[in-house]
Structure formats: C-alpha cells, structure tokens
C-alpha cells in the first residue's frame, strides 16, 4: 500500500527527513512512533501530497505521491493534527459540507454522514456545534470526514494526542474497527503504548530516520536482544550466581533478593545454555525473563541517543 524510499525533506537549512525508508502492506495497521519533531507529520503530509518533497520516492497503492498529488488524494483519507473551527456548524452538516466537496449531496450526504457519525460513536451529536465538542470528539468527527470518500488508506496523525484515558480507549476501538473494514491505517504517536496495543507494525523514528521496524515483538527483539537476564530462583542464589560469573559469555552479574539480574553476550541459544548450566547444578529457577520490560522502556532507549541533525 505504501513504499517509501530514502525520503529527504528539509525546512531551510534544517533537514526533517534524512533519507526514510517506510514500508506498509496492505490492511497492515502501521504504529509510527517518535518523539516530537522526529519528522512524523512531515513524512505523512508528503504522502498525502499536500507537502513537497526534496528527494526520494514514495507509492501509494503503485501511484507515484510525489507526482500525482490529486490522484493520491483520492486514495487517501489524512487526518491533521490539528482541528479548525467550524462556527455554527452542526456535526451532520459539518460531513454533509465535506460530502458535498466530494458531489454526494441531500439525503445521500445525510446518510452517509449519520453512518459516519454511528462509526465514530458520534450519532448522538449529530444536532450538536461543532466548536462544542471536545477534543476527542472533534478528533473522531475529524475522522468520519477523512472516511467520506472511502479510501483505502487513512493517514492519521496523532488522534489520540490531547485525549483522556477514556477517548483514547473509545479511539483504539475505532482503530479495530477500520481493521475490520481492512483499511491501511499510518497512524502516528509521540506515545508509544496507546499503539503497542492496537498496531500490527511498528516503526520508530528520529531524527527523519527510520530506526527500527517491524512487528511489535520483533522490534522488541531487535532492541532488547542483549538485555540482561532476569532468572529468579528459589534459593542457592550465591551458588548460582558463582556458577554464572564462570560462563565466559556472561559479563556482569549481581542479584537483589533471589532474582539475579545477568548480562551476557550471544543469542537465544546462549540463554537456554545458560539455563541449562544452572538446572544441571540443582540451583531451582523458577522464571526467567529479559530485563526490557515493555514497549515504553525499548521506545526511550531507542530515542535516547539520536537527534535532529542539522545539515
Ligand atoms: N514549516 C516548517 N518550517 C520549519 N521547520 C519545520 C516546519 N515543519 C516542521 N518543521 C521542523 O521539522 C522537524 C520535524 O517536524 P514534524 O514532521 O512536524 O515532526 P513530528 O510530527 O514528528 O513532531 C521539527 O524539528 C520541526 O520543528
Ligand atoms: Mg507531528
């Protein structure tokens, strides 16, 4: 649905993308998850063709995005991060103003934006202002406009951003229900585990980079691979801590009650060695786990160290 290839975008003499590489398959749900001015929005307005690009490539279902902005408009439905104002304007004819745009009018238009409205859990605001809605409703009114034209791909950047836990819980549900629909979905976040959750992809950014991606699990993998060991045992946690300085792989050790936290060097199987060593001397470990403990740490660790770089 989306590639992207050594993508480059500055503003002035400071570079927001610096050579991207993106790819999403279709009825993927992609997590693009980076701290603030990593280059999200910038990447996602690119696609959408409402932003220029200085180098690069990118295809939206085979069609060149940097070239065919009108046609890869109407492949896409893009939801800024941001909301305008609609001064009386109610819900229903905010999407009825939006349908008209597209030549769907009168009860057509009705219809569609009342059915809209019941996807986005709106249907009992359809009579309300617009500029009285929360935040997290204007979000998902914002949202049932980017589905009008029904495309196949929704871009959404950060539609969780400023909500309470609840809207964000109400906008995860909304986010399965496109699955369902098997739409593309590019949504993106400066907080990763509103996404962990939701996502079948994973990408991290910084730096208009692309650092790591995949599924959740790999990318977890990838980043977590050398992490300490966490091997609690029952008792004989001297015994077995002497047992894993000896190993030549294992590099630091040192336990806090009877969990001893272990770094090595190696893979997999260098985990179940180890393990294996320590069953053989009768120490009784009863769990064992790798340090990272979720998605939130490997996110900090991965953005940590890289910045913006200016040419
Ligand atoms: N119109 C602009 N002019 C100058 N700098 C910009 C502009 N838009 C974005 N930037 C800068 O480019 C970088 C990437 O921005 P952006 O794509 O909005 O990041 P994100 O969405 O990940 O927060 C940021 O450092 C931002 O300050
Ligand atoms: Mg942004």
Redesign the pocket.
């Known amino acids: 649905m989306l590639q992207i290839k050594g993508l480059e975008k500055a503003?002035?003499n400071?570079k927001?993308?610096n050579g991207l590489d993106l790819e999403i398959k279709k009825g993927e749900i992609f997590g693009f998850i980076?701290?603030?001015?990593?280059?999200?929005?910038?990447?996602?307005?690119i696609v959408s063709g409402l932003l220029t690009a200085d180098s690069g490539e990118a295809y939206v279902a085979g069609i060149d995005a940097l070239k065919n902005h009108k046609k890869v408009k109407e492949k896409i439905g893009y939801m800024p991060?941001f909301f305008g104002t609609y001064t009386n304007l109610k819900a229903i004819e905010y999407l009825e103003f939006f349908a008209s745009t597209y030549g769907i009018l009168g009860s057509e238009a009705k219809k569609l934006g009342m059915d809209l409205l019941e996807l986005v859990n709106l249907q009992d605001k359809y009579d309300a202002e617009v500029d009285g809605l929360s935040r997290g409703m204007k979000q998902r009114l914002c949202l049932a406009r980017c589905l009008i034209h029904n495309p196949d791909f929704l871009i959404l950047?950060?539609p969780a951003s400023g909500m309470d836990p609840r809207a964000r819980f109400e906008m995860k549900g909304i986010l399965k229900n496109l699955r369902d629909m098997d739409k593309t979905v590019l949504v993106?976040s400066?907080i990763l585990p509103e996404l962990g959750e939701i996502c079948t992809q994973i990408g991290v950014?910084n730096g208009?980079k692309m650092l790591y991606s995949g599924t959740v699990d790999e990318v977890m993998e990838q980043f977590s691979g050398n992490a300490p060991l966490k091997i609690s045992v029952l008792d004989a946690c001297d015994k077995a801590m002497m047992i894993l300085k000896e190993q030549p792989s294992v590099t630091k050790v040192r336990a806090t009650e009877n969990q001893i936290h272990c770094s090595y060097q190696g893979d997999n199987y260098e985990i179940t060695r180890l393990l294996k060593i320590l069953v053989q001397n009768d120490i009784p470990v009863i769990g064992l786990d790798k340090e990272v403990a979720n998605l939130e740490d490997v996110f900090m660790k991965i953005t940590e160290t890289t910045d913006?770089e200016a040419i």
Not at 34 to 45: D, I
């Open positions: 503003y002035g400071f927001a993308l980076g701290p603030n001015g990593a280059g999200k929005s910038t990447t996602m307005k991060d950047d950060e993106s400066h950014i208009g913006g």
